[in-house]
């Protein structure tokens, strides 16, 4: 059975840091492209940051130089470290693997 189980969401004040973690099972990770996405109310889901096998990494413009994605593969698992966050950065945050699977999503609301 294939699950991705993201952890890590809640209320931050704007300028806060908060880590997200997606932890799969029932895949094949360490061989996988796995990405963050996220949809604000209103809104389609938008890429965050995708990290290749191989650890190459890509961004979302609005992301760049404040949220960092990695990955270990030891532990299965994908993080999401976003720091000097913004109110427009309240989303649902998924997870996603290879492009096909996603998760639940987590709640991030970033307000004062």
């Known amino acids: 059975q294939v699950q991705l189980v993201e952890s890590g969401g809640g209320l931050v004040q704007p300028g806060g840091s908060q880590r997200l973690s997606c932890a799969a099972s029932g895949l094949i990770f360490r061989i996988a492209t796995m990405g963050w996405y996220r949809q604000a109310p209103g809104k389609q889901r938008e890429l965050v940051a995708t990290?290749?096998?191989?650890?190459?990494?890509n961004y979302a413009d609005s992301v760049k130089g404040r949220f960092t994605i990695s990955r270990d593969n030891a532990k299965n698992t994908v993080y999401l470290q976003m720091n000097s966050l913004k109110p427009e950065d309240t989303a649902v945050y998924y997870c996603?693997?290879?492009?096909?699977?996603w998760g639940q999503g987590t709640q991030v609301t970033v307000s004062s």
């Open positions: 990290i290749t096998s191989g650890g190459s990494t």
């Open positions: 996603n693997h290879g492009n096909t699977f």
